[in-house]
């Protein structure tokens, strides 16, 4: 808080001057789904139990942690890495706006060859992310770790960066003591960690739906993404009619290097003022609202089997057959349906493409930066002479609105988590001819009308 007010003071002081990157005091740190976990975590070790109790179980759901670039925006950004030497000809011969050193430091800007090498796959970084949060969590729940192997619970989906996420976050947890801990998986096909990977339903009406593609160009349309257009091209000086595409892979440029470290900087983002960055950070939220988030029921059912696990596991422990440590390490998409399935992050109107609001609570900076994650813990307690239950809830080792910190009693827990046990995936079945009726009939309207499309591009094609 004081580092925030220390920082507003400083900007209203030093706006007189021209902006600099390199030297920026504080610089916006928030970029969406490529925020680093420092930037936004909490420390679990700094909420003390509730009073008598003592954690007996533990159970959690974890993002991987900083990944380089998917092959699709590894592609993007080095082709826009290309501009580089035209930014610097442009500041040579006086059309630029950028800062001196702003400049000297993209000269010195090179391509790093693991991004192409190692694609999507888990950087140092991600590895030391979940490392330190298992660490964390040895520290504060030391009684859960002692256990024999059966104990204990973890899975990854089938992806090098959530597999060595797990590894990495075992490998914190369990450091020192004389636990050999394994981690469970990749299953090929995994519904309680991974349900819309199979779920028909999400694949052709949600992230292939029209809703997502139509949200994303109301967003790229608006003034505010074509005044940052503007400004960029301006700064820059260029000659280059930069497209809305560009100064995007400019922002993906800007963001992956400088995801290393919370503090590292990265030239490619000098190109941008911190208002520009406020305007792109906006972007993952609208495409992440309608992909995973309440733009669709169906995000919000998805959620619901990973809590099924949630609830089976606190009842087994309360029944006395229970786990210590049960961990999942999955992805942003399942992390967003299970924070629907719960309610939180829920604006009252919807988040749109065509409209920010700047004080909404579905940020994915915070819902979805790397190695985000939700933390429950069961406590056995004393109370008033009697043994009962507690069950705390923490996200990015933060507290949560799901429970207060002194926990929620069982009885409430029972009460919000039951109904999570009689979920299931039948409504991901695109199978019509089980339920009819307006909707379904317009569905399957759709879908023929898509085969009817696909058939005459195949023809068109044949002909020509
Ligand atoms: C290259 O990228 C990796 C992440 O894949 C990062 O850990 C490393 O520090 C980068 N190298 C340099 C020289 O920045
Ligand atoms: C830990 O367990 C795995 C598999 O159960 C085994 O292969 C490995 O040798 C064990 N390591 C140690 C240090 O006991
Ligand atoms: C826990 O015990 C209750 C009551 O005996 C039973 O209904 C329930 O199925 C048990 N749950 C688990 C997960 O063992």
């Known amino acids: 808080m004081i580092r925030r007010l220390l920082c507003l ?6 706006s007189a001057e021209k902006s600099c990157y390199w030297n920026a005091l504080c610089p916006y740190p928030m970029y969406s789904t490529i925020t680093p976990y420092d930037t936004i975590r909490g420390d679990i070790r700094d909420y003390p139990d509730p009073e008598g109790c003592q954690a007996i179980s533990m159970w959690s759901l974890h993002r991987h942690g900083n990944r380089n670039p998917t092959s699709r925006v590894t592609t993007d950004i080095k082709a826009v890495a290309g501009l580089k030497d035209v930014i610097i000809q442009s500041f040579a011969r006086g059309r630029s706006r950028m800062c001196s050193q702003d400049i000297e430091e993209l000269k010195k800007w090179k391509w790093n060859e693991t991004l192409e090498e190692s694609q999507a796959f888990l950087t140092g970084t991600g590895y030391e992310e979940l490392y330190d949060i298992g660490k964390r969590l040895r520290e504060k729940y030391r009684e859960l770790l002692r256990g024999s192997v059966d104990k204990y619970y973890f899975r990854s989906t089938n992806e090098q960066r959530t597999v060595a996420s797990g590894m990495a976050f075992v490998h914190g947890l369990a450091e020192g003591t004389d636990l ?8 090929e096909r995994d519904d309680v960690i991974r349900p819309y990977e199979n779920c028909d339903k999400y694949q052709v009406e949600v992230k292939g739906g029209q809703k ?8 790229f349309r608006t003034d505010e993404f074509q005044m940052v257009k503007n400004n960029v091209q301006e700064r820059l000086g260029i000659e280059t009619q ?6 995007y892979s400019l922002y993906e440029i800007c963001r992956f290097y400088r995801s290393w470290t919370p503090t590292k900087q990265s030239p490619w983002c000098s190109v941008f003022s911190d208002q520009d960055l406020v305007v792109l950070e906006y972007r993952d939220d609208v495409r992440h609202y309608y992909r995973n988030g309440y733009g669709s029921w169906v995000n919000v059912n998805l959620g619901g089997p990973v809590l099924k696990d949630l609830y089976e596991n606190f009842e087994a422990a309360v029944n006395g057959s229970g786990r210590n440590v049960v961990s999942y390490f999955t992805h942003d998409t399942m992390l967003e349906m299970t924070f629907c399935a719960l309610g939180l992050f829920k604006d009252d109107a919807p988040i749109r493409g065509i409209e920010r609001n700047p004080d909404r609570l579905w940020k994915t900076s915070f819902i979805s930066s790397f190695s985000v994650n939700l933390i429950a813990v069961l406590n056995s307690c004393h109370e008033s002479g009697s043994q009962t239950y507690r069950v705390q809830f923490f996200i990015n080792e933060r507290e949560t609105e799901l429970c207060p910190t002194t926990g929620c009693t069982w009885r409430q827990f029972q009460d919000n988590f039951h109904k999570f046990t009689t979920t299931n995936l039948d409504f991901c079945s695109m199978d019509n001819s089980v339920v009819s009726g307006p909707e379904t009939n317009s569905a399957t309207r759709a879908k023929l009308v898509t085969i009817c499309l696909m058939a005459m591009e195949i023809l068109f094609y044949l002909l020509k």
């Open 9 to 14: 003071a400083v900007v209203a002081w030093a």
């Open 180 to 187: 050999n801990l394994t981690v469970d998986g990749p299953w």
């Open 212 to 219: 997502l593609v139509e949200e994303l160009d109301a967003y």
């Open 242 to 247: 930069l497209s809305p595409e560009d100064i």
